[in-house]
């Protein structure tokens, strides 16, 4: 995992857009987005995340691959709406288990956006209401194991004056401005 502020500059959303300015874990933690790396058992489980998603109320997960070949028709689409800055009511926990990708976070006490490489074995939680986006790398390959609270549903609520009203949007800012 490698963390530091988007360039903002314009190009192909795969590439890295390093700006040069590292983000530390702390930063992270202050807008309540966690990291850890915990390598993937050599028969594919994964036993360890499984608790640790439990643990934080997670009792449903799925896997999926974001490839041209495993979406068709619909991977250009998906990944557009994965990449348009959104929301979710609830927490984003990913765990990745093949290939690569970015997945950006908005940083709220600067308004800039934090870009998180993410690679196999990296356990990532990011809290309900923070506005994030995600895309691949220049790999364009990725296997993740996504866990939810109840049913495996994917939400997103594109950011915009509505969204910025949105009681968890409302409710994560009251959480990190107090932290």
Do not use: C
Request: glycine share 8%; hydrophobic share 35%.
């Amino acid at each position: 995992m490698r963390a530091y502020y988007f360039d903002d500059l314009p190009g192909d959303p795969r590439l890295p857009h390093d700006s040069g300015k590292p983000v530390e874990d702390s930063v992270l933690e202050s807008i309540g987005v966690f990291i850890w790396n915990i390598p993937v058992h050599a028969d594919g489980t994964y036993p360890v995340i499984l608790a640790m998603g439990a643990e934080r109320g997670s009792n449903n997960h799925d896997v999926v691959t974001v490839t041209k070949e495993s979406l068709g028709d619909q991977y250009d689409g998906m990944l557009k709406s994965f990449y348009e800055e959104h929301l979710h009511e609830h927490e984003e926990v990913r765990y990745i288990l093949e290939g690569s990708g970015w997945f950006d976070v908005r940083d709220h006490a600067t308004d800039s956006l934090v870009r998180i490489q993410l690679g196999v074995g990296d356990f990532m939680i990011a809290p309900a209401g923070i506005y994030h986006r995600f895309i691949l790398d220049e790999k364009n390959m990725i296997t993740a194991v996504r866990m939810f609270n109840d049913d495996p549903k994917w939400t997103p609520h594109v950011r915009g004056e509505s969204t910025d009203a949105n009681p968890y949007r409302v409710e994560y800012l009251n959480n990190i401005i107090v932290n």
